[in-house]
């Protein structure tokens, strides 16, 4: 084996082992039957993505649960793609047109498209080149697009169907609308965000009773022009009897009624509420109920039209707004202004606020949505945090309970254009949804295409990504190698996302499943369900913000480049780094000082691994039973036994972390085992045995059985490190295998092949190393707490009255002395007095202040903190003696206070015995 580099160069590394792993085809899965499958199917990043930090995390997660079954003997696949992400992909390209001074409409559709095929060509595939430094090892050959195709033939399968089952419709109803895009969104493409504008007080003259005026509060004066009526409570007493009334629309002014409906809010303004039917989903139910007229005074860009009057046509509805507000000062009619905060949708991509806007839309009613929910109540479906299950259920049952349909059409050209024909030469207005001589609805479409006429719009993008866990195996007509797939790796292992898509995406995944994956039928067992959702396990991550808790993004500048921080921390570094600060389903506060702790963990496993094959060779590595044949079991001593145990017990809580889905404990307990319990206390202690030829053999075998098993567990989440220690500690067999290949043993297995080479671990000796760990950490602490961690030469005292805990400690003399970095340890039968002292299961320890500190400066200190403590008590009696505090005061306020009143007494009275010892 190669010497290994005297530091860890992660560059090099990566750059070495990323093109040979995929020469060697190492991510291609296939069907294996008699072999366990574990599936993962990529969210796929919009084809106009690149790698954010969002995207690390989730991705490593993936990554990590992928390796982790091979090394289990599983076929293992994560299926890479993107999503042709229909408005932001068009909206790039429409951009890119402006500069040049042109519109999509100047070209057509189809030369249109040819444009942003051509974009995506050129910049499609960025996000997946950057994934592959992350050490991704997704199966690539298999990477797929949502407009592939065989992908965009399941899609239009999946509407014709739905279509034939009575699940969609066209429309008219109230969608949000985007003028930017100039599209329909669904529900959750709209973000809401608290938004301080002002709230405007207007009156209306009613016609009946001149100069008599009901006032009415508006957020939104600039949709004065549309409103047909004003409603009221019809048992408000204020109102009820002007129902029946009219008043004076201000501007155009137009006598409107005023009519009576119970979803006034009468707490709400002045309780008198403006109806715009055409702008409001409120004002549109309000206007069904009452028959009342729909005008829309917008245009599809959100400018106001004519139907808004001569003065306003043209304008922008922000500046509308200001135009409408000093209008009715004019006229008399603004009473008043406050400054008011509320919820504004927002466009999820174009980051305007939407426009509620009446529209002829496609509609789909969700399919299977009680299967859906007991998908979860009956346990097939698991989330996990378990917590993200009640939002999953709430979605759902609002949905049911408010009858939400998902408007699935999109007024853009990028997409899968909807599978619906009109006989052409019809006025649309005429065309009976019901009869097949006016519409066509299939896959390939009319077979006299020349008669008809294809509907403009496309689906909505997520009308296609629901079906992504089935349709990159071939359905719906998948045959001979694309149907033994579907049939092995469906259902898939686990979906890795975020909380934010638990309805756009998550949910209807679910339903998409449900519904398509086996024959129609209007319920299903479970079963059923159990063998058409598409995965069994959703791990929800959290949203990384900055360390001031701010949603990371451009414009903030607090949304560091990944590619970046490969470069400074390696792709290990980063990978171990994110998934240990990632508590599972919450929010992750990013730093980079918080992602050095990986950079640092390779280090130390690079310079382990190195102390390592500096000692001995590495040519009798190539198995764990070449291995276990090296160690003499009479040579163990009490640290091997403990270590090996240590090993046994990580290898369990480790499996149990992934079996619960606690992927924030993996890093924490690898980075616990290796660093504390293998570099600071097995090595050091074993160090003096190194250099004892007979014993030597040994522990290196121990260190290398410690050693191998670490670098298996470690591979799912530091790749490219293992692989490269790997090899140069000499466990590959041969040059070209790969760790990934290696069998990872489980706890008992590990336990099976030590018992096997006649090693039982001895209970007793654990127990001993565990109490000289403890003793050991008691000194460590008593000269940390009184700053002489770094002296050696203060005088350490012990005693103990059992004596097993004497022959134990007095045995491992020098083993104490060289951990705890002392030089004086001596027994004492009683205690020295005044000494500070530290009580362990063997004995308790004693630090001899006097003999290593300036008694002066000490007492100086000592003063400061008696007289800080003695504040501090006074204090805290005086909060605590105060009854309107306690009375007032929450429980755990009050808790607390006493106990931080207790912990500064306690600590005040070991000032005053310090005080007392120096002065002797």
């Known amino acids: 084996m190669s010497e290994m580099h005297k530091s860890y160069e992660p560059a090099e590394v990566e750059s070495r082992w990323y093109p040979t792993w995929l020469k060697q085809n190492a991510f291609a899965a296939k069907a294996e039957p008699g072999k366990e499958a574990h599936a993962i199917m990529i969210p796929p990043p919009n ?72 974009w995506r060509d050129e910049h499609g595939g960025i996000i997946l080149n950057q994934l592959q430094k992350l050490g991704a090892s997704c199966d690539w050959d298999r990477t797929a697009f949502t407009l592939d195709a065989s992908y965009s033939r399941a899609v239009l399968t999946s509407f014709v169907q739905l279509w034939k089952r009575g699940y969609i419709y066209r429309g008219q109803r109230m969608s949000n609308w985007c003028p930017v895009s100039q599209t329909a969104l669904s529900n959750e493409e709209v973000i809401m965000k608290p938004q301080r504008g002002l709230l405007y007080k207007m009156r209306y003259e009613i016609v009946e009773r001149p100069v008599e005026y009901v006032e009415i509060s508006t957020t939104r004066p600039e949709t004065i022009m549309g409103d047909t009526a004003v409603a009221v409570h019809p048992e408000d007493e204020r109102y009820k009897d002007l129902i029946g009334c009219h008043v004076w629309r201000p501007f155009p002014r137009a006598k409107i009624p005023i009519i009576g409906d119970t979803v006034v809010d009468r707490e709400f303004g002045t309780g008198c509420l403006k109806v715009t039917p055409a702008h409001d989903v409120t004002d549109f139910e309000i206007g069904k109920r009452h028959n009342l ?56 991509r174009a980051d305007v606020p939407v426009e509620p806007r009446l529209t002829e839309q496609f509609w789909l009613r969700y399919p299977k949505v009680d299967e859906a929910r007991r998908a979860v109540t009956e346990g097939v479906l698991k989330f996990h945090p378990k917590r993200w299950e009640k939002t999953y259920l709430h979605w759902l049952d609002t949905m049911e309970r408010d009858n939400i349909d998902w408007c699935i059409s999109r007024q853009l050209w990028w997409g ?24 066509h609805v299939s896959v390939d479409g009319p077979e006299d295409p020349e008669n008809w006429e294809q509907e403009e719009d496309v689906l909505d993008t997520w009308a296609s990504s629901w079906l992504w866990p089935f349709a990159n195996f071939g359905w719906p007509d998948a045959d001979g190698k694309a149907k033994q797939e579907l049939e092995f790796f469906y259902p898939t292992s686990v979906l890795v996302t975020g909380f934010d898509i638990i309805f756009l995406w998550v949910a209807r995944m679910v339903m998409a499943g449900l519904e398509f994956m086996g024959d129609e039928k209007k319920t299903l067992s479970k079963e059923e369900i159990r063998q058409r959702i598409p995965f069994r396990d959703v791990y929800m991550t959290g949203l990384i913000r900055d360390e001031k808790g701010r949603k990371m993004s451009k414009s903030l500048g607090n949304s560091p480049d990944p ?29 980079e000082e918080r992602i050095e702790i990986g950079r640092n963990f390779c280090n130390k496993l690079w310079n382990a691994c190195r102390f390592r094959q500096m000692n001995a ?153 565990e109490g000289l760990k403890e003793f050991i950490t008691r000194i460590r602490a008593l000269k940390s707490e009184y700053n002489v961690a770094n002296r050696k030469d203060v005088a350490i005292f012990w005693m103990t009255e059992a004596n097993d805990s004497k022959r134990v400690l007095e045995q491992n003399e020098k083993l104490i002395k060289a951990l705890a970095s002392v030089d004086n340890l001596e027994y004492v039968t009683a205690a020295p007095e005044g000494m500070p002292a530290g009580v362990g299961g063997l004995g308790t320890v004693y630090i001899d202040l006097a003999s290593s500190v300036d008694v002066e400066a000490e007492l100086e200190r000592l003063g400061r903190e008696h007289e800080r403590l003695l504040k501090g008590i006074r204090s805290g009696e005086a909060k605590l003696n105060n009854e309107k505090f306690v009375a007032n005061a929450p429980d755990a306020v009050v808790a607390g206070a006493r106990k931080q009143l207790d912990e500064t007494k306690a600590r005040f009275e070991e000032i005053e015995r310090l005080i007392k010892a120096f002065k002797k």
């Open 293 to 348: 007229e729909i005008l829309d005074v917008f245009n599809s860009d959100g400018s106001l039209n004519a139907l808004a009057g001569p003065d306003f046509e043209g304008m922008d509805r922000a500046d509308a707004r200001k135009k409408a507000a000093d209008k009715l000062k004019e006229l008399g009619n603004l009473v008043d202004t406050e400054p008011y905060e509320n919820n504004v949708g927002f466009s999820e």
């Open 416 to 439: 899968h254009r909807i599978p619906v024909w009109y006989r052409k030469g019809m006025d649309r207005s005429e065309i009976d949804f019901e009869n097949p001589e006016h519409v």
């Open 47 to 118: 084809v106009t993505g690149v790698l954010h930090m969002g995207h690390i995390l989730n991705n490593t997660l993936q990554d990590i649960f992928t390796r982790r079954a091979r090394l289990e003997g599983k076929s293992a696949l994560w299926f890479p793609g993107t999503d042709h992400a229909g408005i932001a992909t068009q909206t790039r390209v429409e951009r890119k047109l402006r500069e040049q001074g042109q519109h999509r409409r100047d070209l057509g559709r189809e030369k249109f498209l040819d444009e942003v095929w051509k």
């Open 617 to 769: 060779a590495t040519d009798a590595n190539a198995s764990l039973e070449s291995i276990l044949e090296r160690i003499q079991v009479n040579q163990l001593d009490s640290a091997d036994h403990w270590i090996l145990s240590r090993l046994l017990e990580i290898t369990e809580q480790i499996q149990s972390a992934f079996d619960k889905y606690e992927m924030h404990a993996y890093p924490h307990l690898l980075y616990s085992f290796f660093w504390t319990d293998y570099c600071d206390w097995y090595v050091e202690a074993s160090k003096s045995k190194l250099k004892n030829p007979e014993l030597q053999g040994t522990v290196i075998a121990i260190q290398d059985f410690i050693l191998r098993q670490l670098l298996l567990q470690l591979e799912p989440l530091t790749p490219f490190i293992t692989e490269e220690l790997w090899h140069a500690l000499g466990f590959a067999k041969s040059a070209e295998e790969l760790i990934q290949n290696t069998r990872l043993p489980a706890a008992n297995e590990l336990r099976d092949a030590l018992s096997g080479a006649g090693i039982e671990v001895d209970a007793k000796a654990v127990e001993q190393v």
């Open 563 to 591: 590619l970046e921080l490969i470069g400074r921390y390696g792709a290990d570094g980063l990978r171990f780094g994110i998934v240990n600060i990632a508590p599972s389903g919450q929010d992750i506060l990013f730093s």
